[in-house]
């Protein structure tokens, strides 16, 4: 759910533009992506669904802010 700002969501090979109080679903295992096109800061709000809710499954295919993996 996008709080405020303007997101660019790639899920897969579908790009969505988000803005305020817009939201989009992303299946398990569709591998994707959250940019902020937009001058203003991006907020948003992530919501897990599901039988597990833990962060040490996220594999970064990529990462232009060399995070550390939470796995």
Do not use: C
Not at 7 to 31: F, K, P, W
Request: glycine letters at 12%.
């Amino acid at each position: 759910m996008v709080v405020k700002g303007e997101a660019e969501v790639t899920a897969g090979e579908v790009v969505t533009r988000l803005t305020a109080n817009q939201s989009t679903y992303i299946a398990a295992g569709v591998v994707h992506r959250l940019g902020n096109p937009g001058l203003e800061a991006l907020e948003i709000i992530e919501v897990q669904t599901g039988g597990y809710l833990g962060e040490d499954d996220i594999e970064r295919l990529e990462d232009d802010f060399n995070r550390v993996d939470p796995g």
